[in-house]
């Protein structure tokens, strides 16, 4: 297995996330105040460049180049957005840095906003999250009360305000253009790019937006370096992650594992392997809107590279044994997809309808020819034609099951 180290979960079960001084006594906020007395904003984004630290929430982009972007815009009024959406089904690692340790998540969203200059800072937080966002509430006004935000930030010239943004809830919203609409006031949709945010992002203004668990790595680099991350899991992409194990398998659960572990090694190593008495038929790999994976296909490396056959997504993994109706898991899928598209683009907002609906009509695997043809072509629209990965996210795993799992030769 690869070099591995805690740097996500470290003080997760022995340390009082409500207490800031629980997270001080083992060294938080001393990223801050590095960052503050001895770095400039561009040695700090320096660091996280050689860190080669990819985005957490799915994409995988590489976040030092983000911040660089934004940070060398001349503008000068910018935002930061940690985005606290996560409504992948089977996806709550986020929720989970919250829970266990709300003052390392927002000392990574402070040096970062403050390195790239911006003076507002928002907390995208699905709606859902009630408890999380009492938690947050009580970590903000805490670090207030120190000074860890505020104006004149420990003595210094840095100023930065912080606020909650509680959405909707919904999944499209992940999806950075879309989050920024939101805060905007406008629907949850997805705009046109370019410009990227990173140009003309929340109110015309350059605005960087990062994944949760991604913002949380950044203290571990400031206090560490970056060269020093960039030694943790793949060469390729680089560092710890927050794998969630879920379904047939005897230990379920957020666990903090290397990069470039394969799905095996996960599935059997970290996850314990296969429930008792249960055959593994298949894995999902990254959510709902995740890949399938087949037997054959378990030895391979899970990176946020281009070049992985199975991107590692969000992190989920999704274990399913042979006693499991694949046709519940499929009503499943679509019906979610079906909900959450937000309509802007008729392939998506009609063709996610009609995949439920041939879904809904499918007993046991008897399907129609006339559906059989349709199912193809709507297969295919959704993959190539949607205005955003929405609609070929709804088809990921439908697809899949069509060409490795065989369901329509039964």
């Known amino acids: 297995m690869a070099k591995t180290e805690k740097i996500l979960t470290k003080n997760w079960g022995h340390i009082n996330p409500l207490k800031i001084a629980d997270y001080i006594n083992v060294g938080g906020y001393g990223a801050l105040k590095k960052f503050v007395s001895e770095m400039k904003p561009q040695t700090a984004i320096a660091e996280i460049v050689k860190s080669k630290l990819s985005g957490r929430g799915g994409a995988g982009f590489l976040t030092g180049e983000k911040l660089k972007i934004v940070a060398e815009n001349a503008s000068h009024e910018k935002y930061f957005i940690c985005n606290l959406e996560e409504s992948e089904p089977g996806t709550y690692k986020d929720r989970m840095i919250v829970d266990n340790d709300p003052h390392l998540l927002l000392e990574g969203v402070i040096i970062a906003a403050l390195a790239v200059g911006a003076h507002k800072a928002y907390l995208y937080l699905n709606g859902n999250y009630h408890k999380q966002k009492e938690i947050l509430e009580t970590a903000l006004e805490a670090a207030r009360k120190k000074n860890f935000w505020g104006p004149g930030i420990m003595g210094s010239s840095y100023d930065l305000d912080i606020e909650i943004f509680s959405g909707a809830g919904a999944y499209i919203c992940g999806e950075e253009t879309a989050l920024l609409n939101s805060i905007e006031g406008r629907r949850g949709e997805p705009r046109l790019r370019p410009p990227y945010p990173t140009e003309t992002g929340l109110f015309g203004k350059p605005t960087c937006v990062n994944n949760a668990e991604t913002i949380a790595n950044i203290p571990w680099i400031i206090l560490n370096s970056g060269k020093k991350y960039a030694k943790l899991g793949a060469t390729c992409s680089p560092g710890m992650k927050l794998y969630i194990l879920g379904g047939s398998v005897k230990k379920p659960g957020v666990v903090e594992a290397p990069t470039g572990l394969t799905i095996r090694e996960l599935i059997d190593e970290i996850g314990g392997g296969v429930t008792l008495g249960k055959e593994f038929w298949f894995a999902q790999i990254g959510g709902a809107s995740g890949h399938l994976v087949t037997e ?99 088809a990921t795993a439908m697809g899949d099951a069509v060409e490795k799992l065989k369901i329509l030769c039964k």
Request: aromatic letters at 10%; hydrophobic letters at 35%.
């Open 296 to 394: 054959k296909e378990l030895d391979t490396p899970l990176t946020f590279s281009r070049d992985c056959p199975i991107p590692l997504g969000s992190g989920s993994i999704l274990v399913v044994d042979k006693s499991a109706n694949i046709y519940d898991l499929i009503l499943s899928w679509t019906e979610f997809f079906r909900r959450e598209s937000c309509g802007k683009c008729v392939p998506c907002r009609e063709g996610t309808f009609r995949l439920h609906e041939i879904v809904s009509r499918w007993q046991d695997g008897e399907i129609s020819e006339r559906d059989r043809e349709a199912l193809k072509d709507i297969l295919w629209t959704l993959e190539n034609t949607t205005f955003c990965p929405l609609g070929r996210f709804a």
